[in-house]
């Protein structure tokens, strides 16, 4: 079972400002959200453990889990450029992502899609068949995105429709 964790609460969240690389870590509530999900996923013994490179997905994995999270790069935060940690009121749209005319550095949607499913790709065809446990850690964006890898791209292309509330998870099987 794939257990796609999004990290807990940070002062960005709650400030609500656009988190993306320059994200902040946890804070008390993000901790508390992340010990909520370790004591309800507690029956569950979890073979590997993945996570975002942002501290914010390491914690959350780590807490969870109990376990030390193995880094992949694939499962990096959308990289939002000049739109990072601004408020969400502030920031001009394209779609469910700042607008790339107006601010430099804003990732390519089908580059990071591409690169996630790239990821989830690689997992599926090294865990498919067994009987494992394996708890991924994220953000909006990539458990959003990994969510689509299971269910589909959504006719509106919002990804972000799949993805959970900090500090909850949603769980897929790979076929």
């Known amino acids: 079972m794939i257990y796609i964790v999004r990290h807990g609460q940070t002062d960005l969240n709650k400030e609500g400002r656009l988190q993306g690389?320059?994200?902040m870590p946890l804070n008390e509530a993000g901790i508390h959200q992340a010990q909520v999900l370790r004591d309800e996923l507690k029956s569950i013994k979890f073979d590997y453990v993945f996570s975002s490179p942002q501290e914010r997905a390491i914690q959350t994995a780590e807490i969870v889990s109990g376990l030390k999270a193995v880094i992949d790069k694939r499962l990096d935060v959308f990289d939002l450029g000049e739109a990072d940690r601004l408020r969400r009121e502030e920031v001009i749209m394209s779609?469910?992502?700042?607008?790339?005319?107006?601010?430099?550095g804003v990732e390519e949607i089908k580059m990071f899609i591409q690169r996630v499913f790239h990821f989830m790709s690689d997992a599926e065809e090294k865990f498919s068949g067994e009987n494992t446990n394996i708890l991924i850690s994220g953000h909006r964006c990539t458990t959003g995105c990994m969510g689509a890898y299971f269910l589909g791209i959504p006719e509106d292309k919002n990804v972000l429709k799949y993805s959970s509330d900090n500090g909850k998870y949603k769980a897929y099987e790979f076929k």
């Open 95 to 104: 779609g469910s992502i700042p607008d790339p005319s107006l601010y430099k």
């Open 21 to 23: 690389r320059l994200g």
